[in-house]
C-alpha cells in the first residue's frame, strides 16, 4: 500500500509564505512525475507545479515567479515553496505522484489535501 501524506497548510494574510510538503511511503519501486493541484470551492482541480523524476519543473501561468516545487528522492518528499500568497491561492492542495510499485507497474496516488488559505 503507497501513501501520501501532506502537511503545511494553513491560514496566512496576502503577502506571506507557505511551505507545503508531502511524503510518500509503502511498497514503492520509484516515484515517476509528482505534482501539487488545487481546487478551490466551485472549481475544479486545477494543476499547479509538476517536477519529473530528473528535476525538470513546470507551473501554472498563475503561480510562476511565486511559487517552487522541488523534491528529495532520496527522501520521496515533494514540497511546495509558496511565497507572496494572494487571496486567489486559497484552495485544498493536492499532492499527486505517478509510482512504479515494487512488483513492477505504474499507479497513480492522491494525498488527502491541505487547506491554505490566504485572506487580504
Known amino acids: 500500500q503507497v501513501q501520501l501524506v501532506e502537511s503545511g497548510g494553513g491560514l496566512v494574510q496576502a503577502g506571506q509564505s507557505l511551505r507545503l510538503s508531502c511524503a510518500a511511503s509503502?511498497?514503492?519501486?520509484?516515484?515517476?512525475?509528482m505534482r501539487w493541484y488545487r481546487q478551490a470551492p466551485g472549481n475544479e482541480r486545477d494543476m499547479v507545479a509538476t517536477i519529473t523524476s530528473g528535476g525538470n519543473t513546470n507551473y501554472a501561468d498563475s503561480v510562476k515567479g511565486r511559487f517552487t516545487i522541488s523534491r528529495d528522492n532520496a527522501k520521496k518528499t515533494v514540497s511546495l515553496q509558496m511565497n507572496s500568497l494572494k487571496p486567489e491561492d486559497t484552495a485544498v492542495y493536492y499532492c499527486y505522484a505517478i509510482i512504479t510499485s515494487i512488483t513492477g507497474g505504474n499507479f497513480q496516488y492522491w494525498g488527502q489535501g491541505t487547506q491554505v488559505t490566504v485572506s487580504s
Open positions: 509503502g511498497r514503492i519501486g520509484s516515484i515517476n512525475v
